[in-house]
């Protein structure tokens, strides 16, 4: 437990929330926000490592925002685990508060009737290709807690690295004073980025699954060895992905800072290499820097 922090308080209105973030307000104290939908693991640990380390206060929200799954996606299967995950953040001491709200307090008028932000081109690519609407959901409901928990940073992970670079284009675009920050995959020992939905993962799949990240890490030395046919690259590790019995969405190698095609010309330094894939019932996505 760390021990310069309060034991961990629960908010699940919007009055409490912005009571709690008020009263650290008038003491001058910096806040976080990392937002979440539960389920918490260590990959999720190391988000509220990284806000503990930026700011006085740490707020972490956990809801599971029905905006940005599709009819067909898992939202009702998305696992809710409020109290192990209340019970886990008490336990490691790092974050002041949890902020827990209702569906109908994030969308007052009903999510059908919800104002929403619409997201620019890239939300229509990569991840976005296969799930439209996806980060116009994202957007508008982390806009809301931005503005529900007004903080001063927002912490989020680089497995979700096209969310990362939205929200950040979403914060300058709309102006808003908060910064953002970015914390690096948590992988398990055998390479496999952490996430919640790896435990959809049958246990055939999951000694599959870590060749996602051995693909990604192929990718990354041939760009380092000067290749820069990307085209061919990224088709050769799709198909590497599909014989070890992946389903693959997408593999390609786009620009770190801004998810653009590069132009193939020049060096390898600031591109990223994004990749999704089916296995089972698990979408599994990566991403390596080169
Ligand atoms: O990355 C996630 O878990 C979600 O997309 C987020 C940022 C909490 C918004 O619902």
């Given at each position: 437990m760390n021990?310069?922090r309060?034991?961990l ?31 918490l693991?260590t990959?999720h640990l190391?988000?509220m490592e990284?806000?503990s ?5 740490v707020?972490c ?26 019970a886990l953040l008490a336990e490691q001491g790092i974050v ?195």
């Open positions: 021990e310069s309060v034991p308080q629960g908010a699940y209105t919007m009055s409490a929330i912005r009571e709690m973030v008020g009263s650290w307000r008038l003491t001058h104290q910096t806040v976080a926000l990392v937002p979440t939908m539960g389920n693991h990959g190391s988000l990284d806000a380390s930026r700011a006085d206060r707020v929200s956990i809801f599971i925002n029905p905006a940005q799954f599709a009819p067909e996606e898992d939202f009702s299967l998305y696992p809710r685990t409020l109290a192990e995950d209340e002041d508060l949890v902020f827990a709200p209702e569906e109908r307090d994030v969308y007052p008028f009903g999510v059908e009737n919800m104002v929403g932000v619409t997201m620019p081109e890239l939300s229509s690519q990569l991840c976005g290709a296969s799930r439209p609407g996806h980060f116009d959901g994202v957007a508008s409901v982390v806009l809301r807690l931005i503005n529900i928990v007004s903080p001063d940073i927002l912490i989020l992970g680089e497995k979700d690295y096209q969310q990362f670079v939205l929200l950040e284009r979403m914060i300058k675009d709309l102006q808003l004073s908060i910064q953002v920050e970015s914390t690096p995959i948590q992988r398990e020992k055998d390479g496999l980025a952490m996430s919640t939905r790896n435990q959809y993962l049958t246990a055939d799949e999951r000694r599959i699954a870590p060749k996602l990240h051995a693909e990604l890490e192929r990718v990354r030395n041939s760009l380092r060895e000067g290749d820069q046919d990307y085209q061919a690259v990224e088709a050769r590790a799709s198909l590497a992905l599909e014989t070890a019995g992946f389903d693959p969405d997408y593999v390609e190698v786009r620009r770190a800072a801004d998810l653009g095609r590069p132009n193939g010309m020049g060096s390898c330094e600031g591109l990223i290499v994004v990749a999704a894939a089916w296995l089972g019932r698990a979408r599994l996505i990566d991403n390596v820097r080169v």
